[in-house]
């Protein structure tokens, strides 16, 4: 565990205070653009779960080292729910999620990670960072920000990541757990070991962005938006989503700082590019693969490529201590609460209530 003054320090900047950063909870008024509370629109739940739904209008808070933007549903005096994206994807892949949360009296907040949407960099100078502290470091400056003290955290793929990550460094600040695919805190040392042939084919994509053609394809928004559509289809097969569906969220990825972000993010992980040095310390922590002690439901996809065989959880059981349940959902793929927003939302339901 680790304490909140000293792990939020590791954000602070240049130029940059904050709420997170001087120990203060208030919001900042005049970062914060109080538009009026987003309402999520569209059709119910069909095959093509989310194929029209959005959120609008968006909000925006200085928090931390960004100025991020997000989505907001749900009583303002109802318990947190923070809800986390990956990549590529965004925060629309809970567009069907939120409201069902919000209708059950949850205050659902769902925002852009860095590099993402509408989310930005308060400083020029600050190092366009992905790796997994500094993103968990956004999400409790944010919280932080927003007067939340305590929230229900879910999420998948860097949001599983993201989630996981700060039940394990600090629970204090997680009432409860929902990560897809289960414990994927990296270690880097870890990292360097081979894998089996079918899983490091899994991953192609994280070591296409390691060269200098990946980073090509990447600031070529074509071709960037081609990949991601190619692997939506790859780790998804079951989901049919719209053109419509797929747009929504590539507009998310011509953020100024998405492809520096998601570079790194991908190549830090492969030992290919330096973290900084202020966040030394917590990646020391999850390198020891601390175990998460509050209450976890594990969801993962029985059509998803990164379950781990035989898809009942077992390679990680270990790293959850407290109250915990495994889900599998059949014939749905990595992008699970867009795929199957009511089992993902039972699950943030039922988390919450342990």
């Known amino acids: 565990?680790?304490?909140?003054?000293?792990?939020?320090?590791?954000?602070?900047?240049?130029?940059?205070t904050t709420a997170a950063t001087t120990g203060a909870r208030a919001p900042n008024v005049s970062a914060a653009r109080q538009d009026p509370a987003p309402v999520?629109?569209?059709?119910?739940?069909?095959?093509?779960?989310?194929?029209?739904?959005?959120?609008?209008?968006?909000?925006?808070?200085e928090a931390g080292l960004l100025d991020v933007g997000y989505a907001e549903l749900g009583p303002a005096d109802g318990?947190?729910?923070?809800?986390?994206?990956?990549?590529?994807?965004?925060?629309?892949?809970?567009?069907?999620?939120?409201p069902r949360l919000a209708a059950e009296g949850h205050r659902v907040i769902v925002p852009y990670l860095r590099g993402f949407g509408t989310t930005r960099f308060r400083s020029d100078q600050?190092?366009?960072?992905?790796?997994?502290a500094a993103v968990a470091l956004d999400v409790i400056a944010l919280m932080d920000a927003l007067r939340i003290d305590k929230a229900v955290l879910a999420g998948f793929d860097w949001g599983a990541r993201t989630a996981t990550v700060i039940a394990a460094l600090w629970p204090e600040r997680c009432q409860a757990l929902v990560p897809v695919s289960g414990y994927r805190v990296t270690d880097l040392r870890d990292n360097l070991r081979p894998k089996p042939p079918e899983t490091e084919r899994n991953w192609w994509y994280m070591f296409y962005f390691g060269t200098e053609r990946g980073r090509n394809t990447m600031e070529d928004r074509t071709r960037r938006n081609d990949l991601a559509r190619y692997l939506?289809?790859?780790?998804?097969?079951?989901?049919?989503?719209?053109?419509?569906?797929?747009?929504?969220?590539?507009?998310a990825f011509d953020n100024p700082d998405h492809v520096a972000v998601v570079l790194h993010y991908y190549r830090w992980r492969l030992s290919l590019a330096d973290g900084e040095r202020r966040y030394d310390r917590y990646e020391e922590l999850l390198a020891a693969r601390?175990?998460?002690?509050?209450p976890t439901i594990v969801l993962d996809g029985g059509s998803d490529p990164f379950t781990d065989p035989p898809g009942d959880g077992s390679a990680?059981?270990?790293?959850?201590?407290?109250?915990?349940?495994?889900?599998?959902?059949k014939d749905v793929g990595h992008n699970l609460p867009q795929e199957a927003p009511s089992a993902f939302a039972q699950a943030v339901i039922d988390a919450g209530r342990r």
């Open 1 to 16: 565990m680790t304490s909140t003054n000293i792990f939020t320090k590791a954000q602070e900047g240049t130029g940059v």
């Open 40 to 61: 999520a629109t569209g059709t119910p739940h069909t095959a093509a779960a989310g194929a029209h739904a959005s959120f609008a209008p968006l909000k925006q808070i």
């Open 79 to 98: 318990p947190a729910v923070v809800l986390l994206h990956g990549w590529p994807y965004d925060i629309h892949s809970f567009a069907d999620v939120a």
């Open 126 to 132: 600050t190092f366009r960072n992905g790796q997994q």
């Open 232 to 251: 939506w289809h790859l780790v998804s097969p079951t989901w049919d989503f719209d053109d419509t569906t797929f747009e929504r969220t590539a507009a």
């Open 290 to 294: 601390p175990v998460v002690t509050v």
């Open 316 to 329: 990680w059981r270990d790293r959850f201590t407290g109250e915990y349940d495994h889900r599998l959902l």
